[in-house]
Nanobody, 116 residues
């Protein structure tokens, strides 16, 4: 496994923005897929956005057009830019790495709360 450390969560008003960052302990170029998941109270963990080592991105329908996943290979970081936040985006957000070399790894999670 690899170590993943998230940061950037917090409290924001509806319509606001947050940027989450995930620092990876390995070269992210050799990790097949990096992703952001979220889990709201009483709900299952769900995929928010993912990016492959080839650069392909996919998003949950609920965040398309509002969230953007990106990576910095030189810094071994993956970021999630979240704009136009809604109360239903409130959840704990987890960074995920899926690699044929290291298996599946999860970060500790960071809380995002959207409330007025």
């Amino acid at each position: 496994q690899v170590q993943l450390v998230e940061s950037g969560g917090g409290l924001v008003q509806p319509g606001g923005s947050l940027r989450l960052s995930c620092v990876v302990s390995a070269n992210i170029f050799i990790i097949n897929t990096m992703g952001w998941y979220r889990q709201a109270p009483g709900k299952q963990r769900e995929l928010v956005a993912a990016i492959t080592n080839g650069g392909a991105r996919n998003y949950a329908d609920s965040v398309k057009g509002r969230f953007t996943i990106s990576r910095d290979i030189g810094k071994n970081t993956v970021a999630l830019q979240m704009n136009g936040l809604k109360p239903e985006d409130t959840a704990v957000y987890y960074c995920n790495a899926n690699s044929v070399h290291f298996g599946v790894s999860w970060g500790q999670g960071t809380q995002v709360t959207v409330s007025s």
